[in-house]
T-cell receptor, first 110, second 119 residues
């Protein structure tokens, strides 16, 4: 099974908002409200930021929000900060009882 | 505060077996799904599979012929074996805790351990 589709990179300036999309099929993203998002700084452990499409993990800033429409889930980061620069991955449950990651998106804060 | 720590040999030759263990501290291994995830250099995260505390497993279809996961509740550990490794298996390997349902997100992660396949 191929990875969920994410843009390879997105960029924004401090204070701006950006959205990262995660596109799958009706057998994964579109079929379940079990999409999560992870922030990954190189050399560190990935960190859960959003689960169940739109719920923020404990301690995560409300600048991070998640949503879903059809087969596409989205992560929006508002009020961009330099520390938000990282790789972001979506993860979805699938009809096979497994999970699958997106290909990852590199966020650059200019 | 639950913490996870991966351990195991960091190097193997082609065709050998990768064996990693994840030790859970600060909490019980019972009633959770425990996952293995890897990341080759310059590439994205790949889910390898999960094991429930009862021993029930589910694997990534692309790896399932080579993967075996096990759990030792007495030691609060779970393990990964990957047979017939090649250079393509060189990666940072992470263990992660899911929830009580197989679709739950990964709330806790280990720091990761580098595994290299080289002759």
């Amino acid at each position: 099974q191929s990875a969920l589709t994410q843009p390879a990179s997105v960029s924004g300036s401090p204070g701006q908002s950006i959205t990262i999309t995660c596109t799958g099929t009706g057998s994964d993203v579109g079929g379940y409200y079990y999409v999560s998002w992870y922030q990954h700084h190189p050399g560190k452990a990935p960190k859960l930021i959003i689960y169940d499409v739109s719920d923020r993990s404990s301690g995560v800033s409300d600048r991070f929000s998640g949503s879903k429409s059809g087969n596409t889930a989205s992560l929006t980061i508002s009020g961009l900060r330099t520390e938000d620069e990282a790789d972001y991955y979506c993860l979805s449950y699938t009809v096979s009882g497994t999970v699958i990651f997106g290909g990852g998106t590199k966020l650059t804060v200019l | 505060q639950v913490q996870l720590q991966e351990s195991g040999p960091g190097l193997a030759k082609p065709s050998e077996t990768l064996s990693l263990t994840c030790t859970v501290s600060g909490g019980s291994i019972d009633s959770f799904y425990w996952n293995w995830v890897r990341q080759p250099a310059g590439k994205g995260l790949e889910w390898i599979g999960h094991i429930y505390s009862s021993g029930r497993t589910n694997y990534n279809s692309s790896l399932k012929t080579r993967v075996t996961m096990s759990v030792d509740t007495s030691k609060n550990q779970f393990s990964l074996k990957l047979t017939s490794v090649t250079a393509a298996d060189t990666a940072v390997y992470y263990c992660a805790r899911g929830g009580g349902r197989k679709w739950d997100a990964f709330h806790v992660w280990g720091q990761g351990t580098m595994f290299t396949v080289s002759s």
